[in-house]
């Protein structure tokens, strides 16, 4: 640990992040190494291992072991345990392994014990072996091994490598381990990406071999590759499995702290602005690379650089790396300007291996410099005499935060001027203080003009004006106001004339002073007229002095060349003396100078060099004349060897006349003209080294900025003198003409600098390298050369594409808009301006059309293309670019053009939609749906559109209401573009805030009026609807049962008491907003009675039952019939209360909230379940159940809550009456009659309905006194009738009290009736009737519908546990009817079980049912999966009446029925065994008043009596029912256990009671006729009815009354046959049947009875027969002589059959009544009219037929009903010319079957069912008349015409007299109403069956035979024998509630009916 402490301690030390890696890498393989060599001596040692307490190696391994010697190891075991433990060996089974004998080991605690093994092997091979231990706990097993040695290698399983990015490499190492002692060769066989370092080697023995896995993926993609390591001489196999990752990682580039962009497009990316740096300092900043993957990435930094010395201002040190995952890099950037005023671009490229992905950073950066101003541009020291001096103070100021370095140009020491700190550094924003000292040393006047140069910015000057005057001279005083109107006349040329001069030219006129003071030429008095005449209103203006460049000043003064601005007045002929190396002081010689006077007058010259100066001029003043030189020499005096010296001489020349302030004009005032000379010299010896010049020089090297074609440039360079002493320099430019260096020569004192001041004007386009020596300290070796690159630069732009641009399809009229690229090249900024024609810029655009662009960078241009029309288009703009004029650039220089080809398409689009309508469904109100919106291009260009959203509201509502209501429909965008052939999906919410129908139309625009043309244009067309419904969730009742107490009441009764109507209305309504407060249920309550938000309220009314009887429950099925789920509850009142703590209790509870706890503790009312999530088009079954268990009226309100729905208060009402108490439950004390019509002439009956709550029958009477009263104030007219005031009512029934209500008056009736019951409580009901007037309603009385008085659903839906057999329908609606009419309806009864047979039998509770309801069959067996049909038929009475009718279907299981029959005969056998035995005992002598056994009556009578006795003793303090549950209940009563030693009698088998409910109107048939005459030929009329009054037979007061025929003894007999007895008597009638058909003689005498004569019977005995037959004798006799003569043929022998038939006939006698013939002798006349009737009619009847018979609902399958056509009839009379005869006949015929009787029965035309009657009698005249033509055509003559028209007439006369006859028998008619009615009844069952196919066309589809029908097993009422006391049970409440569907694919889901 010490070395790796030490290691860690020199690897900080040395801050190598490298080392430090791969110290960790070290310091992680120590361990690794050390964990492989452990293991690998666990696996030579072995493993141990436990076992049962005993440590002992698993195995024993022989390993380098030779044939046949024998070696030795030694088994150690161990005991761990702290017990002693025993145990015994077997020894190996094979000879090779041997150990000791087996015998017991015993081993303490912690001891061990030895056990040698010895292998001796033979051969060259593997042997195994074992030794099994046992002991008590258990044995276990070592293995033996002898092993040879073998070649293995050990490497993992699986290696997963690291996630990697595309085009990066993950490397993982493992150790391959040798497990033999032999050398391995191994080599490995990997796929790609995969690589293994190294594939291939040789791995010593127990050695350990690295291995390095390394992942190059190239693709983004999850590998799983497998390795296969090879190794040992048979090249043995193993595999390894590797998996790894690729992801596809991209950079993204931002700077610091900012968002990362992504694209890869200069000009469109991150920028990094470096803002303003100053010049020649250095800027860092950073740029961010992020890596959002999850793997790393490896990155380059791409720079384009300009070739060198170009270098670009920003560097970037870094040039790779990498980013790791989900992180980010920092990079510095560095920015270093070097010419003041220029903006800098460049591009960073971050690139990822093989340019996977590229990321650009632009950077921008300006560079500013020093601004440096004088505080004085002048300053004028005024008058001093001489010898005085005068100072003044100045500022030099940088307002810039770039410091810099000034100097003045001018030697302090040589001139009369003297500046404190001629040089020095000016720091950021400062200001430094000059003193500046005037000593003048002549009485003249002194101005001289002073550069100070300063670094990086152009120099300053500042004008030092100044006068000295003496006592003898006093020249005028020279202010600074001479200076500028000198400039100006300078620039005039009036400076070259002396000041008297001027004058005298100003006297005479020759000048003119202006108004500024200055002077101007007077012209000549012609050029005055001639330039009048010419510009007469532009006069010229006087020239004046120009704005020049301080630079350009500074170096263009004739001194560094020969170009000035302005010509000299007086010249020097050398500015620069050098007197080179002076030896010998003494000898110096002087340099000569000459001087020159351009003037037109005397110029005075005075050197002001001071006294003792070691340059000196001679002579030191002189006068030069008008344009003459004079000629000077310079002295050097020397006063020490080997220095430097060097100096600048000043003089001043001035015109002489102004030497006296008396001869001078101040007009014409001209200030003097400073001159300087620059001397240099030294004094070094030879074999004296000159001083070492101690300066820097700022760069060596100097790029010049870019300038344009004969532009200049200006540098400045800074030389520090850094030493002691003065430097002298001198620039040689001899050899560049291009470059200029100012000042060329000088000196630079100690610790101060020289600002050199370069202009370049370059004339080569390439880069031009400038080579200047600097010569320093006269000296050749010190020498320095400088090098200056310099170029023209000409503007340069590349454009992107190679000059194209291309515009994609666009839409005619709209604007598609594209990005263009340009780059500028070149150096310097440019100017660029886009030039397009007329003709194209109207479809061609760009932005901007003009900028600047800097040097190296790239400018995104955004072009617009406006098609006009739909084609191509080729287009030619034009770009211009020129130079930026600036300081470096004077001139703009040449413009150059480039061209752009753009070339694009002009077409047309339209937008659709990809759904017309979107049908959003049921939105939640107050809830927020979305969806989507897709619009469609199928174009070929982008189109831009606008979104246009029209709300439309509809249902019941207020338009002006609604109009009002914000758009529900919110879109994000109303506005975009949709690229070419492509779909954009929009999504929208939509919020209804309204249950009504929204419907949102949405439209586009295109955004531009040019998109289509006018005729094509669809804007404003709907794209597209979309349709929502705001809903509530809302439910409704769907069903209702009920069970237990009060499974008697019918459907519509329950639905009446529960109010379902009104409830199902309230829940259909929309929430008020109080209801809308707590939309969830919410416990929100401090009292135990929650204040309730809703204003509506329904009673459900559980009805009365006795005490303990059966709870009475009823099922509510709800249903959500809406598209949104339902979340229902049903809150207590504690379920709204919020739970108080303790001491919030008041403890003071009223009468109200008492009664309620007593409710709630007790559970009296519940609901299961109370609460539940309804989902769209589901169906729930809600059980509701009061127990009877306290005498009283229960009441307690229940919230039913729907969540964001509605709240409805449901008040729960239940009573419970004494068993011994008389009590009728009024289901309304304000009774409503139907609404009557006031012209009725005979009102109909209505029924009020009460029903026998109790546990006794109740007999009421009800008082008539005030309906008594009622009539007297009606004019003595009965408004209210009862036609049943008084009778009796059994427990649990309901009696039907029969009411006439007959108005007077279209008004409103109202009576109290009184009902009073015998021993119980009275009652005072309301009964109120309306009349309304037909007349004046008219259409709009709806009150003849008698479906709209009853809302309870026709067909179940809440299933019941148990129920075995279903209804198709629990409700028949015979709708408006006739009186005297006949309705039946085909009900089908299913037995939905799979296992157990059922039997069925219907009852009706009244007497009144019995009369006009009949149910065909009444009883019957259905086995499992069968069904059965059952005929209710209607038989209305002779008044009209309202009919609410039930019936009741008793069900048992015929299993259930079995076992209750064996319980009771075996407990009746017990009984009687009981009664005849008896025991005697001792005990019975010592308690005799106890008989030994009791009988179970016995038992019963006792305890009733004792129970009694209780419940008197307890009644006789009455005082509030205890909260606890009490004793004698119920569920106590029917958990009652038995008495020990006591064998109940079995209880009877409860039935399932199903309701059949039958409503119905009748009329009378006036007013049917009035009233619906489009229904009266549906309806068939007994005619029986009408005379014979119906069957009273029932009495009043039966329990239950069988509907349905009677049953004989016989039918009842068959019925209780069991099948062995039906099988047996089967087969007897068959035996019989068969003898009878093989009966001989049986055949014969059936043949002689078809042949005898019809009987005569006296009672059918008519004149008419009497007539007919007189007839019928003579046409005999006269067809018997015929048929003598005629020959029998095959022809004719039908109609000798037909002749026959006329026998058969029936005869009509006076009473109307008609004689069956008998049924043993059935001749073919029966079988010939049973053949008649299955004929068909043709197609009109056919129709007419199916047209009555679909309006009753039986389908068109009537249609094959047989009838005769009349037409053939008509034929027939024709022929015989009787048509006359047959109308006044036909007249007379009333109609049967499906006609309708009118008023006159007689006078009514034939039906179609009266010709099927004339088609069946019409046969045997047919027949007649067929075999008498037969006969006249054989002979002719034997027959007169006479006795032929009398034959004729006679057969014609009989034969209309017998069908007329036939149609008016009521029986006849009733008859073929029967074959009708039965017809379409198979019709209907063979349909259920599945054998037919009902269509909706006229047609029936006949299908193959059914393998099994359905049978209807008879069977006995006594097969059921319990009483019906017994069986008037209820369905206990164990019973659960499940769903049955109905799945019978045969069975129709409508209810089936026929008339």
């Avoid at 045997?1820 to 075999?1827: R, V």
């Amino acid at each position: 640990m010490k070395q790796m402490f030490s290691h860690f301690r020199a690897v900080l030390a040395t801050s190598d992040y490298w080392a430090l890696c791969l110290c960790f890498l070290k310091l992680w393989n120590v361990p690794h190494l050390a964990s492989s060599e452990i293991s690998r001596r666990k696996k030579s040692k072995g493993i141990k291992s436990n076992f049962f307490g005993i440590e002992v190696l698993d195995h024993l391994e022989w390993l380098n072991w030779d044939p046949g010697i024998e070696s030795t190891k030694h088994l150690i075991l161990k005991n761990v345990q702290f017990k002693t433990q025993k145990l015994k060996y077997r020894p190996p089974s094979t000879e090779f392994f041997t150990a000791l004998f087996p015998q017991s080991v015993v081993m303490g605690a912690g001891t061990s014990y030895s056990l040698p093994v010895t292998f001796c092997g033979l051969e060259k091979k593997d042997y195994e072996d074992h030794i099994v231990f046992e002991m008590k706990s258990g044995t276990f097993t070592i293995q033996l091994r002898a092993a040879l040695p073998s070649h293995d290698v050990e490497i993992p399983d699986w290696l997963c490598m690291p996630p990697c990015g595309v085009y990066e490499k993950s490397e993982v190492t493992f150790y391959m381990h040798n497990n033999s002692q032999l050398h391995t060769r191994f080599h490995f066989e990997v796929p790609s990406p995969f690589v293994l370092v190294p594939s291939n080697g040789i791995l010593p023995p127990w050695d350990d071999y690295k291995i390095k896995v390394q992942f190059k993926p190239e693709t983004p993609n999850i590998f799983d590759a497998i390795a296969i390591c090879k190794f040992g001489d048979d090249e043995s196999e193993k595999y390894l499995k590797l998996e790894a990752t690729a992801k596809y990682p991209h950079l993204l580039v931002s700077t610091l702290n900012e968002e990362s962009q992504t694209s890869s497009q200069e000009d469109t990316q991150s920028i990094l602005n470096f803002g303003h740096v100053a010049v020649g300092s250095t800027v860092m900043k950073f740029m961010e690379i992020h890596n959002f993957s999850v793997v790393s990435s490896s990155f380059q930094i791409m720079h384009n650089q300009p070739p060198a010395p170009l270098n670009s201002e920003f560097v970037c040190e870094v040039r790779e790396g990498t980013v790791q995952a989900s992180s980010s890099y920092q990079i510095p950037i560095m920015f270093t300007p070097q010419t003041v005023g220029t903006q800098s671009v460049d591009y960073f490229h971050v690139v990822r291996p093989n340019n996977s992905s590229t990321s650009v950073l632009k950077t921008i950066g300006s560079c500013k410099g020093p601004v440096v101003s004088l505080g004085h541009l002048k300053l004028n020291f005024g008058c001093v005499f001489l010898g005085e001096t005068v100072t003044y103070a100045t500022e030099i100021s940088n307002t810039s935060d770039v410091p810099t370095f000034y100097q003045f140009e001018i030697d302090c020491r040589q001139s009369v001027f003297v500046i404190d700190r001629p040089c020095g550094v000016l720091g950021g924003e400062s200001t430094e203080r000059l003193r500046v000292t005037f000593r003048p040393s002549h009485a003249i006047n002194y101005y001289r003009r002073v550069a100070c140069l300063i670094h990086h910015q152009d120099p300053l000057f500042l004008d030092l004006i100044g006068t000295c005057h003496t006592d003898q001279l006093t020249p005028a005083i020279l202010k600074p106001r001479h200076i500028e109107l000198y400039h100006t006349n300078m620039v005039r040329g009036l400076t070259f004339y002396p000041p008297d001069i001027l004058s005298m030219m100003l006297q005479e006129g020759k000048l003119q002073l202006l108004a500024d003071g200055t002077l101007i030429l007077a012209p000549d008095q012609c050029c005055v007229i001639a330039e009048k005449s010419d510009n007469e209103d532009y006069p010229t203006a006087p020239v004046l002095f120009p704005n020049i460049p301080s630079v350009v000043e500074y170096f263009d003064d004739g001194i560094q060349n020969d170009v000035t601005m302005f010509p000299p007045h007086v010249s020097v002929s050398e500015r620069k003396l050098d007197f080179g190396k002076c030896l010998e002081l003494s000898q110096i010689n002087p340099l000569p100078l000459s001087m020159m006077n351009h003037t037109k007058g005397k110029v005075t010259v005075l050197w002001t060099s001071p006294p003792g100066s070691i340059f000196t001029v001679v002579p030191q003043t002189i006068d030069i004349p008008p344009l003459k030189s004079m000629a000077f020499r310079i002295y050097f005096t020397p006063d020490k060897l080997n220095m430097l010296y060097a100096a600048e001489l000043e003089c001043f020349a001035y015109y002489k006349v102004i030497r006296d302030y008396r001869l001078v004009d101040d007009r014409t005032f001209c200030p003097p003209w400073s001159i300087t000379v620059s001397v240099q010299a030294n004094t070094f010896q030879p074999g004296h080294e000159h001083f070492i010049p101690k300066c820097v020089l700022e760069s060596l090297e100097v790029v010049l900025p870019a300038v344009n074609e004969k532009g200049t440039i200006y540098k400045t360079l800074l030389l520090k003198n850094t030493g002691n002493m003065v430097i002298t320099f001198s620039v040689d430019t001899q050899h560049e003409s291009t470059i200029r260096i100012k000042p060329d020569v000088g000196f630079v004192l100690p610790q101060t600098h020289q600002i050199l001041t370069v202009r370049g004007t370059p004339q080569n386009e390439s880069l031009t390298k400038h080579t200047v020596l600097l010569h320093l300290n006269a000296s050749e070796k010190f020498n320095q050369e400088i090098r200056l690159y310099s170029m023209v630069e000409k503007p340069q732009i590349i454009l992107d594409g190679n000059g194209y641009l291309y515009f994609k399809p666009t839409c005619v009229g709209s604007l598609s808009e594209r990005s263009y690229l340009i780059k500028n090249v070149s150096r310097m900024p440019l100017y660029f301006q886009w030039k397009i024609s007329t003709a194209n810029s109207r479809v061609l655009s760009v932005e901007p059309t003009f900028g600047i662009i800097q040097a190296n960078e790239a400018l995104t241009q955004t072009w617009s293309f406006y098609p006009q029309e739909q084609r191509k288009y080729f287009l030619k703009p034009y770009i211009f670019i020129w130079g930026v004029k600036g300081p470096h650039c004077p001139d703009i220089g040449k413009k150059i053009r480039l061209t752009l080809r753009v070339i694009a398409e002009g077409s047309k689009g339209r937008i659709t939609a990809e759904k017309d309508q979107i049908h959003l469904g049921d939105i939640l109100i107050g809830n927020i749906k979305s969806d989507d919106l897709v619009l469609v291009n199928n174009g070929p260009c982008s189109l831009s559109f606008e979104l246009n959203v029209k709300q439309d509201i509809t249902g019941l509502c207020d338009p002006d209401e609604v109009v009002k209501d914000p758009m529900a429909f919110k879109v994000k965008y109303h506005h975009g573009t949709i690229p070419a052939r492509s779909k954009v999906c929009f999504r929208f919410t939509v919020r209804p805030v309204r249950r009504l129908h929204y419907t949102w139309t949405i439209s586009s625009k295109i955004l531009s009026a040019k998109a289509l043309e006018p005729d094509e244009s669809e804007e404003g067309k709907p794209l597209c609807r979309v349709i929502a419904d705001g809903v509530y969730p809302m439910i409704f009742i769907s069903d209702a049962r009920c069970l237990g107490s009060i499974s008697g009441i019918s459907k519509q009764q329950l639905w009446r008491l529960f109010s379902l109507d009104t409830l199902n209305e309230y829940l259909q309504r929309d929430p008020t907003e109080s209801e809308l407060l707590y939309q969830v249920p919410t416990r929100h309550s401090m009292s135990r009675r929650p204040s309730v938000s809703t204003p509506v309220m329904v009673d459900f009314n559980f009805g009365a039952a006795p005490i303990c009887a059966d709870p009475s429950i009823v099922l509510l099925m709800i249903e959500n019939k809406e598209m949104t789920p339902a979340d229902w509850a049903f809150l207590f009142p504690k379920d709204q209360q919020l739970d108080l703590e303790y001491w919030a209790e008041t403890g003071e509870f009223n009468p109200t909230e008492l009664h309620e706890m007593r409710i709630d503790d007790n559970r009296l009312f519940t609901v299961e379940p109370k609460s539940g999530c309804l989902l769209p088009g589901k169906r729930e079954t809600i059980q509701l159940t009061y127990r009877h268990e306290y005498i009283g009226t229960d009441r307690i309100p229940i919230l039913l809550k729907l969540s964001h729905g509605r709240e409805i208060l449901l008040n729960f009402i239940g009573i419970t009456v004494p068993k011994d108490r008389c009590y009728i439950h009024f289901l309304v004390t304000h009774h409503k009659f139907a609404p009557v019509c006031i012209s009725t002439s005979n009102p109909p009956k209505q029924i009020y309905e009460l029903y026998n709550g109790g546990s006794v029958r109740v007999i009421y009477d009800i008082q008539l006194d005030s309906v008594k009263d009622a009539k007297e104030q009606n004019y003595n007219h009965p408004i209210f009738q009862c036609l049943n005031p008084r009778g009796e009512i059994q427990p649990g029934m309901t009696a039907y009290v029969e009411w006439i209500f007959s108005p007077l008056e279209a008004r409103s009736y109202s009576v109290n009736v009184p009902i009073h019951i015998l021993n119980g409580d009275s009652a005072l009901v309301t009964f109120t009737g309306i009349g309304y007037d037909a007349r004046v309603l008219g259409s709009s009385a709806t009150f003849n519908d008698p479906s709209s008085y009853f809302g309870a659903p026709p067909i179940q839906r809440a299933p019941v546990l148990g129920q075995l057999m279903f209804l198709s329908e629990e409700r028949i609606s015979f709708g408006n009817v006739p009186v005297f009419t006949k309705s039946s309806r085909m009900i089908f009864l299913y037995n939905v079980s799979e296992t157990e047979d059922i039997s069925f039998k219907w009852y009706a509770m009244s007497v009144h049912i019995t009369e006009v309801l009949n149910v065909s069959p009444v009883c019957g067996v259905l086995h499992p999966g069968d069904s059965t049909h059952c005929i209710v038929t209607l038989r209305t009475h002779k008044n009209p009446c309202f009919y609410d009718l039930d019936l009741t279907c008793e069900v048992y299981s015929k299993q259930q029925v079995t076992q209750y029959q064996k319980e009771l005969q075996d407990w009746e056998k017990e009984k009687e065994r009981q009664e005849v035995e008896f025991t005697i005992t001792e005990r019975g002598l010592q308690d005799s008043q106890q008989p030994v056994f009791q009988r179970q009556c016995c038992k019963d009578m006792d305890r009733i009596y004792r129970k009694s006795q209780r419940e008197a003793s307890i009644m006789k303090y009455k005082t509030l029912p205890p909260i606890k549950e009490p004793k004698e209940t119920w569920e106590s009563q029917h958990s009652e256990k038995p008495t020990p030693g006591t064998w109940l009698k079995p209880t009877p088998v409860k039935p399932f009671l199903l309701h059949l409910g039958v409503t119905a109107r009748s009329h009378s048939m006036e007013e049917y006729h009035k009233n619906f005459p489009a229904e009266v030929y549906k309806h068939y009329i007994l005619r029986n009815l009408v005379s014979e009054p119906l069957s009273s037979s029932s009495q009043p007061g039966c329990k239950e009354k069988t509907c349905g025929k009677s049953e004989n003894n016989s039918a009842d007999c068959l019925l209780s046959a069991s099948k062995e007895d039906w099988k047996l008597v089967t087969d007897i009638i068959t035996a019989v049947l068969r003898c009878l058909q093989e009966d001989s003689h049986f055949q014969r005498v059936l043949v002689e009875g078809t042949a005898e004569p019809i009987p005569y019977y006296r009672q059918f005995w008519s004149e008419e027969g009497e007539e007919l037959a007189l007839k019928s004798n003579e046409l005999a006799k006269a067809q018997d002589a015929d048929a003598s003569q005629v020959q029998e043929s095959d022809n004719i022998q039908p109609i000798e059959i037909k002749k026959e038939q006329i026998s058969s006939i029936p005869v009509v006698s006076d009473a109307g009544g008609v004689q069956e013939p008998d049924n043993t002798q059935t001749t073919d006349a029966d079988r010939e009219l049973t053949l008649t009737v299955t004929k068909h009619r043709d197609s009109g009847q056919d129709q007419d037929a199916d047209n009555s018979q679909r309006n009753e609902g039986e389908g068109e399958e009537a249609s094959t009903v047989a009838d005769s056509s009349d037409n053939d009839l008509s034929q027939e009379l024709e022929n015989a010319q009787q048509t006359e005869t047959e109308d006044e006949l036909a007249s007379n015929i009333p109609r049967s079957s499906d006609g309708v009787q009118g008023q006159e029965l007689d006078d009514v035309q034939p039906t179609e069912a009266e010709e099927d009657v004339n088609s069946m009698t019409s046969a045997i005249p047919d027949a007649n008349q067929s075999l008498e033509q037969a006969g006249y055509e054989t002979e002719e003559d034997w027959l007169t015409e006479e006795m032929q028209a009398s034959l004729s007439a006679i057969r014609m006369e009989e034969q209309l007299a017998r069908r007329q006859n036939l149609k008016r028998i009521p029986e006849f008619c009733d008859f073929l109403e029967s074959i009708l009615e039965n017809t379409l009844q198979n019709i209907l069952i063979e349909a259920s069956r599945g054998e037919v196919v009902l269509t909706a066309r006229p047609r029936v589809i006949s299908l193959p035979p059914v393998t099994s029908r359905t049978t209807l097993e008879p069977f006995s009422i006594q097969d059921i024998s319990p009483s019906k006391e017994e069986l008037d049970r209820s369905i206990p409440t164990s019973e659960r509630f499940a769903e049955v569907e109905l799945s019978n694919p045969g069975s129709p889901e409508a209810p089936l009916s026929s008339d």
